[in-house]
């Protein structure tokens, strides 16, 4: 389990209904032994002609002999600054840029500038990297534009003004201990003024827009009465209706005993309850670029890929006013494409009267498989490791007896996807082998899913559906009245909140 951990301050104003924060318009300096007026202008400020401004601002009587330990106000207007450089560092799925009435598709690298309008698809996520450090998260289906970024490069420090419509942004504010940086984000209903910390800003609703602090100090105000909120509370804020009340989060969900790892598509996570959470959203961010999210009621998810690959499953419990509490993150890899072959054989196994076998895994030119054979069930020291296609099916094994096999299908660049279920066969069975049942069976491996009923579809090229069955297993016998010869096989594996499935060309002999 990963717990994001943060390490920041931070200063929260909320205030419904209004257009703007609370203007900061000054910094705060603190004199150093050996600072005069001069330095500090010729460091901070656009020109020294602002010294005698200063030196009255601050009622200085010697502008060369300034009391070490105290604070100078310099207005924000008089120091060295230039516009802000945001870059995007990082875009999964499909976002997009307005710009000076046009309009592009978000890439890596894009500086970002004042007026900049962004927008998310769905299961799209955009990283913003600003020029201190900081990063922000825009989530799928968001809004925002970029109202104002300032950067002031004596101090490092930025400006952010943003104005969040709809989706949401999760940000990690880097600590500045020279001069803070200001991140504003504004939504219809709220104005989030931070200063160094890790926050979320929710718009779900037009009206209606939360705000989840992980860790700091915050300080809501609505109708000028001020509420204090400690790290690991929130707030909904309602336009025209108040707030919500702080709440404390959810604790973070322990993810701690999720499986590493998936042969499966459809990937199955379990957890354990979060105390008072109602609800619970989820996000899938994998290696290749694959981001999927959403949300459920029960301590439970399927989530679906595309690829094989390494992923990151970040979980949140829910509250009943829309607050998300404390996320946990676990990684797992998934080794799932190209699926195993279906088996088609006899459906007591395989008898070989000699030592050459024969297998039938499938019927489309091309394919190829790699098949284990092994004289134990868990594969501990397979015999032979053998690829296979087509035309090239058979092997002769070196010893007549009780032999276990698997197959797992090949790639383009021949890669081997998982194994499928090993099955059994004899070699060497001499006339016992005509006493085997001629019935074929198609066979395919079990989804590791309680309940799961299997539907295999069998139809023919250019013809309509001619063998449907339903089984609680992945196993059926054919009718011995079925043609020979080549089928499209279907298998949809379906269960509780949980739906695949699978294709594949077979051969069926006579």
């Known amino acids: 389990m990963k717990k994001i951990a943060l390490a920041a301050l931070a200063s929260l104003l909320l205030a419904p209904g209004c257009l703007a924060a609370e203007a900061v318009t000054e910094w705060r300096y603190h004199v150093y032994q050996g600072d005069t007026l001069w330095s500090i202008a010729t460091l901070h400020l656009k020109d020294v002609s602002y010294i005698p401004a200063l ?55 894009q500086e970002l500038e004042a007026g900049d309008i962004i927008e998310t698809a769905e299961n799209a996520v955009i990283i913003i990297r600003y020029e201190d450090g900081s990063v922000s998260e825009i989530g799928p289906k968001s809004r925002l534009t970029i109202r104002q970024t300032t950067h002031y490069p004596s101090t490092q420090a930025t400006s952010n003004d943003i104005r969040l419509e709809r989706g949401s942004i999760d940000s990690r504010i880097t600590r500045n201990p020279l001069m803070p940086n200001r991140y504003d984000i504004q939504t219809p209903s709220a104005v989030t003024a931070v200063r160094g910390t890790q926050f979320r800003v929710r718009v779900d609703d037009p009206a209606e827009s939360g705000t989840e602090v992980l860790e700091g100090k915050v300080e809501v105000r609505q109708d000028g009465r001020p509420v204090n909120v400690s790290a690991g509370y929130g707030v909904m804020m309602r336009q025209g209706r108040g707030d919500s009340g702080v709440e404390s989060l959810p604790t973070a969900p322990d993810l701690a005993g999720l499986p590493a790892g998936s042969a499966f598509p459809g990937v199955q996570f379990a957890w354990p309850a979060v105390p008072r959470a109602t609800a619970y959203a989820y996000s899938l961010q994998g290696e290749s670029g694959q981001y999927a999210s959403g949300e459920t009621t029960s301590p439970r998810a399927v989530v679906r890929v595309s690829d094989n690959g390494r992923y990151l499953l970040t979980v949140r419990g829910k509250l009943p006013s829309g607050l998300n509490g404390y996320p946990s993150s676990h990684a797992f890899r998934v080794h799932a494409f190209p699926p195993p072959p279906f088996i088609v054989e006899p459906m007591n196994g395989i008898m070989a009267a000699g030592n050459q076998v024969s297998l039938n895994l499938g019927a489309t030119d091309g394919q190829r498989w790699l098949v284990e054979f092994s004289r134990d069930s868990a594969f501990s020291a397979p015999v032979l490791r053998q690829q296979m296609d087509r035309d090239h099916a058979s092997i002769t094994l070196p010893q007549a007896g009780i032999w276990f096999w698997r197959a797992a299908q090949l790639d383009a660049g021949g890669v081997a996807g998982p194994f499928g279920e090993h099955r059994q066969l004899e070699a060497g069975a001499g006339f016992r082998a005509r006493l085997n049942d001629v019935r074929m069976a198609v066979r395919a491996r079990a989804h590791p899913v309680d309940g799961a ?58």
């Open 55 to 109: 030196q009255r601002l601050n009622r200085i009587s010697n502008a060369h002999a300034i009391l070490t330990g105290r604070d100078i106000r310099i207005p924000l207007e008089w120091m060295k600054q230039r516009p802000g450089r945001p870059v995007v560092m990082a875009v999964t799925g499909n976002g997009s840029l307005k710009r000076h009435n046009g309009s592009r598709p978000l890439v890596e690298k």
């Open 453 to 510: 009923s299997y539907a295999l579809t069998l139809s023919r090229p250019g013809q309509e559906v001619v063998y449907r069955e339903v089984a609680s297993q992945p196993v059926w016998v054919l009718p011995k009245t079925l043609p020979s010869g080549p089928y499209r096989a279907r298998i949809d594996i379906d269960a509780p909140d949980y739906h695949e499935v699978e294709q594949q060309e077979i051969q069926i002999l006579g």
